[in-house]
C-alpha cells in the first residue's frame, strides 16, 4: 500500500515468528506479567516501552499469549492507562518539537510543510478516538493545549 503523504510505495518490515501459544520457557506467569504491567504503567512508561522492558528483560516474548490480553487491555482493567491514547501523544510530542524548531527557523519550508502533515494526522486521530468514544466530544487539539498537556 502506498504511503499518505509520500509518492513511493511502503517498505518491508520485521515479521515476528509464527508461534501460537506461549513458549514454555517463559519464566513469570500470567499474574506476574500483569503485575509487572501494573507497576511498569504507575511509573509512566507507555505500553510499548513495557513490552521492550518484559521482552528484553524478563523474557516475554509476547505479553499476549502469557496472559491472554494485551498490554493496554491490561492497563485499563488496572485503571494504570494514561489520560491520552500511545500514538496520539507521540504525534503530539512529534509537533511540539517540530514546532520549535519551526519557529526558530522560519525559512525551512520543508519542516513547515511537515508540521501540517504531522497535525493532520493527529486531527484524524482524534476525530476516530471521539467517534470510539475514547476522547470526550469535547477535547481539542492545539499547540498550546499539547504543551501544557504533556509537559
Known amino acids: 500500500m502506498a504511503r499518505m503523504h509520500a509518492r ?11 508461534i501460537t501459544e506461549n513458549p514454555d520457557w517463559v519464566p513469570l506467569s500470567a499474574t506476574e506479567i500483569e503485575d509487572k504491567i501494573e ?10 516501552m513495557i513490552g521492550m522492558v518484559l521482552r528484553d528483560q524478563y523474557a516475554v516474548p509476547n505479553v499476549k499469549f502469557a496472559t491472554g490480553k494485551t498490554v493496554t487491555e491490561i492497563m485499563a482493567e488496572r485503571k494504570a492507562s494514561g489520560a491520552l491514547p500511545e500514538d496520539l501523544a507521540a504525534l503530539m510530542v512529534r509537533a511540539i518539537n517540530l514546532n520549535n524548531h519551526v519557529s526558530a527557523n522560519p525559512n525551512d519550508v520543508a519542516n513547515k510543510r511537515g508540521l501540517t502533515l504531522i497535525e493532520a494526522k493527529i486531527r484524524r486521530l482524534e476525530r476516530y478516538y471521539k467517534e470510539n468514544g475514547v476522547l470526550p466530544e469535547t477535547w ?7 504543551e501544557l498537556m504533556l509537559k
Open 140 to 146: 481539542k487539539y492545539s499547540l498550546s493545549n499539547a
Open 39 to 48: 507497576a511498569f504503567a504507575n511509573e509512566g512508561m507507555s505500553p510499548a
Open 8 to 18: 513511493r510505495k511502503g517498505k518491508a518490515s520485521s515479521k515476528r515468528p509464527m
